[in-house]
Nanobody
């Protein structure tokens, strides 16, 4: 069992930056690849980024490529999402998730555990 808790969301102006964190419980964090997803009001949840077990490989959605960076620190059981050059269309609830597979081909049903989410709001 893995519990995930996101933090770092908030309100930011367009062009600004935020760093999201996702802290995992348990001693098996390094056994999981980690992903970030987001869900805007009235829209389906969508893939943002994922990272493999060691942090050596990562995949991004085209909409965030070059602006967002996913990273992990296994010693701290934490995965991060650095978000730069934020746009109003990035406004959403952001979720982290854990999977035993990599890659996960953008599929949220490949993930085994989910956090509760953290709100990110980008004002224009």
């Amino acid at each position: 069992q893995v519990q995930l808790v996101e933090s770092g969301g908030g309100l930011v102006q367009a062009g600004g930056s935020l760093r999201l964190s996702c802290a995992a419980s348990g001693r098996t964090f390094r056994s999981y690849s980690m992903g970030w997803f987001r869900q805007a009001p009235g829209k389906e949840r969508e893939f943002v980024a994922e990272i493999d077990w060691t942090g050596g490989d990562s995949i991004y959605a085209d909409s965030v490529k070059g602006r967002f960076t996913i990273s992990r620190e296994n010693a701290m059981n934490t995965v991060y999402l650095q978000m730069n050059s934020l746009k109003p269309e990035d406004t959403a609830v952001y979720y982290c998730a854990a999977s035993r597979r990599f890659p996960n081909f953008y599929k949220d049903d490949y993930y085994d555990y989910w956090g509760q989410g953290t709100q990110v709001t980008v004002s224009s």
